[in-house]
T-cell receptor, first 111, second 116 residues
């Protein structure tokens, strides 16, 4: 079946550091890929998405590129802020129209 | 933006009792809602898909007699954990789907259930 694997956290960075959270997937066909963010005490929110190979999703300074050749969708941000501290989930949707989530990566940004 | 609420946010109950968790879409109607369970340091596991006016569809391995789901209106779904045991302690998250795409789900903040 489909699966998503992302790096274990927590990831601890200083403010203005560069962020990469790795995500790889296993799926048949051509899934759509997503990053969700969960701030403390809140529900998951869609951060960005990409629906086909080589698409780049971007939002709030975060970017991720759909790489079919490496089955990856790594999340990046050039300069993180304390307010970016949250748990980030990589996910995919395939033919069954159901979300499959990775394990989540906690990001902690220190001032 | 679309808002989904869950109530209660935390609940502690004794073994053998039942507890009900409510999921409401506050500013949109949702014919489909989902219930997830999240274990510590693990991903969200889909438990069931709740469709308004019909029976819920449970994922493999989820006991439907233990986790009762009712989707009585377009803005409310409830999950009742019956005869709770300590192993049912977990973080339960609901979502409501606004459109016809799976990613158009809006998530509630979750309910922490502790069974003593």
């Amino acid at each position: 079946g489909d699966s998503v694997t992302q790096m274990e956290g927590p990831v601890t960075l200083s403010e203005e550091a560069f962020l990469t959270i790795n995500c790889t997937y296993t799926a048949t066909g051509y899934p759509s890929l997503f990053w969700y963010v969960q701030y403390p005490g809140e529900g998951l929110q869609l951060l960005l998405k990409a629906t086909k190979a080589d698409d780049k999703g971007s939002n709030k300074g975060f970017e991720a590129t759909y790489r079919k050749e490496t089955t990856s969708f790594h999340l990046e941000k050039g300069s993180v802020q304390v307010s970016d501290s949250a748990v980030y989930f990589c996910a995919l949707v395939n033919a069954g129209n159901m979300l499959t989530f990775g394990g989540g990566t906690r990001l902690m940004v220190k001032p | 933006g679309a808002v989904v609420s869950q109530h209660p946010s935390r609940v502690i109950c004794k073994s053998g009792t039942s507890v009900k968790i409510e999921c409401r879409s506050l500013d949109f109607q949702a014919t489909t809602m989902f219930w997830y369970r999240q274990f510590p340091k693990q991903s969200l596991m889909l438990m069931a898909t709740s469709n308004e006016g019909s029976k819920a569809t449970y994922e493999q391995g989820v006991e439907k007699d233990k986790f009762l789901i009712n989707h009585a209106s377009l803005t409310l779904s409830t999950l009742t954990v019956t005869s709770a045991h300590p192993e049912d302690s977990s973080f339960y998250i609901c979502s409501a789907q606004r459109g016809d795409k799976a990613y158009e789900q809006y998530f509630g903040p979750g309910t922490r259930l502790t069974v003593t």
